[in-house]
């Protein structure tokens, strides 16, 4: 069971209002808005497949490797 506040004041202040100790005076509002939208593109690798790529370019010289493996053999099929 909560206990409740033996503060009258803190009593009074409702949920919405930020506490006393907070200081946003010195904010800036959407200081990382345009980063943000731009995005990003994070992969998550497993354990054993990052011990193997250890590095963003290692990973990156892999999977080029695959897309020229995987364009050159790409053929178009007819159908009898």
């Given amino acids: 069971m ?5 503060n009258p004041k803190q009593d009074r202040r409702s949920a919405d ?3 006393p100790e907070y200081d946003f005076s010195q904010g800036v509002r959407g200081k990382y ?3 943000y939208a731009k ?12 011990q193997a790529f250890p590095t963003s ?3 990156n ?5 695959i897309l020229a493996v995987a364009n050159r053999t790409t053929v178009t099929r007819r159908r009898a």
């Fill in 2 to 6: 909560k206990k409740k506040s033996t």
């Fill in 17 to 19: 209002e930020p506490r």
């Fill in 33 to 35: 808005a345009a980063r």
């Fill in 39 to 50: 995005g990003t593109n994070v992969a998550l690798l497993d354990a054993e497949i990052a």
């Fill in 57 to 59: 370019e290692t990973v």
């Fill in 61 to 65: 010289d892999a999977l080029r490797a």
